[in-house]
């Protein structure tokens, strides 16, 4: 196996909306290159990883197989990365780069390849939650690159199809030059697309990222003794707002019940999984909830358009307010953690 490191300076991406999600969160950029698509089969041969800091400084680590048997040694580097920041940023990921990462894993006997952390995956934001997909021919990550007036930047010119060839090529390959040159093909291409797939964060302000956000989920950060949450489902009914997620770290039991003076209930279960059942109020087809009831000090709030009277309005039959509830939800989560003793901590 060989490591490649490359380090770069790139325009920092900063937005207040995405600050309000991800504040002092570290992210990884990620992506991976394969034998194949079927995971059953077909090995990694080489994973990236970038991360990058507000001052534009940024490292590209790359893990490149010699041969498939490198393979294991890779993906044990790999999860000293994943250990290094808070959530990732893919392309396509969710269905493809980290279940296959799960899968090889798996295959190998390799423990710890569970990814409760969060990953936000531009292709399912693009796709989902923005008019892009109407407005260019596809959502190919190179497709969306050319629309933001990023191809130049660049340098590649291989698929990843085609990167399955020339690492064929490389395998067979007696040249030590040829092979160089192969090696170096494969790298550049996996190198460009973390570099690029940075580079189309600005598009997320074309996009309705609180609604992207509410149906995809987003982190909280632990603190106090609590892990890191990665919200998965934020959901209103008849009964109440419930939150769904799993939580990063050694896995405990915990539990409580709605009271009168907690006015939620909740679970975590040792599959990392974690519920929180909150109390609402409904008035004519509409869902309210009762800032009063959760928070000493809610002045925040009252900044947003759906803040009325010590209420926040978070939905209308079908209609939600997606900005409130996921802001009431981080919120919420935060003092969850501030005022209740985490097992783990007693353990």
């Known amino acids: 196996m060989k490591i490649i490191k490359n380090t770069h300076k790139l325009e920092f991406f900063s937005s207040k909306i995405i600050n309000q999600y991800f504040g002092d969160m570290r992210m990884g950029v990620f992506d991976i290159e394969t034998m194949g698509l079927n995971p059953s089969r077909c090995p990694i041969i080489l994973t990236g990883f970038m991360v990058i800091s507000p001052n534009g400084d940024c490292t590209v680590t790359q893990y490149f197989a010699d041969t498939p048997e490198d393979e294991r040694l890779i993906l044990e580097y790999l999860k000293k990365d994943f250990q290094d920041v808070d959530y990732v940023l893919t392309y396509n990921g969710k269905h493809f780069d980290l279940p296959f990462v799960e899968k090889r894993a798996a295959i190998l006997g390799l423990d710890g390849f569970d990814f ?21 021919k596809n959502l190919k990550q190179k497709t969306v690159e050319e629309y933001m007036g990023l191809q130049s930047s660049r340098e590649d010119e291989i698929s990843g199809a085609e990167s399955v060839s020339l690492y064929e090529a490389f395998l067979m390959c007696q040249n030590a030059d040829e092979k160089k040159a192969l090696r170096e093909k494969i790298l550049l291409h996996n190198h460009d697309d973390l570099i690029q797939l940075y580079k189309l964060m600005p598009i997320l302000r074309s996009t309705d990222i609180h609604r992207a956000f509410n149906s995809l989920g987003f982190p909280v950060k632990g603190h106090s003794g609590w892990p890191y949450m990665n919200l998965t489902s934020v959901k209103v009914s008849y009964t109440g707002l419930t939150l769904l997620g799993r939580y ?44 009063k009831l959760f928070f000493d000090d809610y002045e925040d709030f009252k900044i947003y358009p759906n803040y009325v009277n010590d209420f926040l309005f978070i939905s209308s039959g079908s209609s939600i307010n997606a900005l409130e509830i996921n802001m009431f939800a981080k919120k919420f989560l935060q003092r969850f953690m501030d005022e209740n003793i985490c097992p783990l901590m007693v353990l």
């Open 248 to 291: 990063y770290g050694e896995p405990f039991s915990y539990m409580s019940y709605d009271t009168f003076t907690d006015n939620f209930s909740c679970e975590f279960n040792t599959e990392n999984r974690f519920s929180f059942k909150i109390r609402t109020e409904r008035h004519k087809g509409n869902t309210f909830i009762n800032l």
């Open 116 to 136: 409760n952390f969060y990953n936000m995956d531009l292709y399912l934001i693009l796709n989902g939650h923005s008019q892009l997909k109407y407005l260019i």
